[in-house]
């Protein structure tokens, strides 16, 4: 299911099955973001202070000079 803005905009399958999803985000988001490198609209080798992101009080200092091909398989990146 895929749903945008509050609105099913697909969905597949049994939608009312419950599947464990525990490790899915992280190669979700690597997916998402290969679509913004291979286009050029990401540069992995700037930092997430360099793009801008902004990230939760509890990420280090360090943790935003982290460049973002290092972030996106980290488990807690």
Same mark, same amino acid.
């Given at each position: 299911?895929?749903?945008?803005k509050? #609105?099913?905009?697909?969905?597949?399958? %049994?939608?009312t099955?419950?599947?464990? *999803?525990?490790?899915?985000?992280?190669?979700?988001?690597?997916?998402?973001?290969?679509?913004?490198? #291979?286009?050029?609209?990401? %540069?992995?080798?700037?930092?997430?202070? #360099?793009?801008?992101?902004?990230?939760p009080?509890?990420?280090?200092? *360090?943790?935003? *000079?982290?460049?973002?091909?290092?972030?996106? =398989?980290? =488990?807690?990146?």
């Open positions: 299911m895929i749903v945008d509050g #609105q099913v905009v697909a969905q597949w399958g %049994d939608v099955k419950r599947v464990k *999803l525990s490790s899915m985000r992280k190669s979700l988001v690597s997916a998402l973001y290969g679509i913004y490198v #291979q286009e050029g609209r990401v %540069d992995l080798s700037k930092t997430l202070e #360099q793009l801008n992101i902004e990230a009080r509890v990420f280090r200092r *360090l943790q935003l *000079l982290r460049v973002i091909h290092r972030v996106l =398989p980290d =488990p807690e990146g």
